[in-house]
């Protein structure tokens, strides 16, 4: 039995774990950073602990103190929510060693998964398709080459020890091979402290498709289909979707049955994801495992119905999984923005500062997973993600239209965020016709980030506000029916611009 769950995180995912421990009546312990004492999860966590200084290593990094503080408050169990120490195998066995229960996988499902290079193999031996590459680590020139006989220009040298694009080179011509290897074998030391590296073939434009999966400690494991997450910047995901519009009904059901088998290799329990690679021709390549809840967990939740924390919190207490993969469906689409404290248009500099007025969209089909409040300081010292959007349609094109709505109404003044960018990609055409792969930020760049009048010179800004005077003045003449039948309200540039967007940069 769980009845007090430590949160070892902040921000956004520390708000949504607790809310489904209240659900389940499960008491919930946060701690917290000198830079976090007025953070949200620390208001509205049962009880709070202050874990040390603001820098993460030193605070919300700190196992020991973690664990020291899950003693003291007597926590049964700690969830640690992704990044920080979500998938660090050592942690998970800390906390097991001192009898806390670990909301998460085995230790050696996390080591397994973590080390490319086995989990390359462990796959291989399940029959799982991998990226035609090298099965061992490439120790000497000699083996490199005959890697390359094997498979051909281009590839990417990878760090066994890396992941989510760290520590990775593309090669496209034979003579710099030799110098790849070497830069990524530093690379990797300096990052990993462990300069093990790989080959693969490198695949032109693949689509990242991830499968959400769920395994009980009794040996079921079900997935909850997948997340297309092909719009990403330097390796960071800006927007989700589900279904993705690039499977087919078949190739869906072939991946998910992939997706089990890949789990199920290394005896996985708990909540995990399945990154596949997809290229042009519809072929999948398992690409890693994320042993950890991820950020994009949302749409799925949307989409098929399942709490996938209140599912974690199950799992943890041993109990079997409460459906089958047939009981499992995928209602309509889903759509998460991810809206960062951070100006797209200045090469998406992180814009920490006080929050002066904020107003989240909700309405039908909306939800926002945030933790900023007015007043609020967003530190420096973390992720500058601040919220997420999610919308639902009963087809792509309603949740799309649904998260422009969305977007539309998120109002925030005292930090920039990257809200003008995302609506940009709702409106552009090949978004909307669901034609894009992981180039797409890179190829409409252009369109996306081109610097309107409006959005930067003050002069704008001054007319914006004439503007809004003038109609004050005139507002005020007009007999108020005449003022509201007249119907013409949006041809104020002010109203359609947003006043308070203007007004924070001043
Ligand atoms: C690749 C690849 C092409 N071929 N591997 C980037 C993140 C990391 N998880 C793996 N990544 C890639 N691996 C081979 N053999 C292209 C990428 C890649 C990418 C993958 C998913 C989403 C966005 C991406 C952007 C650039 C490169």
Redesign the pocket.
Known sequence: MINKVLIANRGEIAVRIIRSCRELGIKTVAVYSDADRKAMHVRYASEAYHIGPSPSRESYLNADMIIDVALKSNADAIHPGYGFLSENAEFAQKCRDAGIIFIGPSSDAIIRMGDKITARQTMIEAGVPV?PGTQEKITDDESARKVLDEIGLPV?IKASAG???KG?RLVRKQDELLRAIKLAQSEALASFGNDTVYI????ES?H?IEFQILADTHGNTVHLFERE??V?RR?QKVIEETPSPFLTPELRAEMGNAAIAAAKAVNYFGAGTI?F?VDGNRNFYF??MNTRLQVEHPITERTTGIDIVKEQLKIASEDSLSFKQSDIKQHGHAIECRISAEDPFNSFTPNPGIVRHISEPNGLGVRTDGYVYEGYEIPMHYDPMISKVITWGRNRKEAIDRMRRALYEYKITGVKTSTKFLERIMRNTDFAAGQYD?HFIDKHKDELLAQCDDDNSISADMAIIAAYFDYIKKFEKAAMGDFALSGNGDKYKWKDYGLMKALQRI
Do not use: F
């Open positions: 990226v990417m992941g989510g694009g990775m693969e073939k490198y695949i693949p990242h997450c092909s990403q390796h990154e690679l690409l890693e992981t």
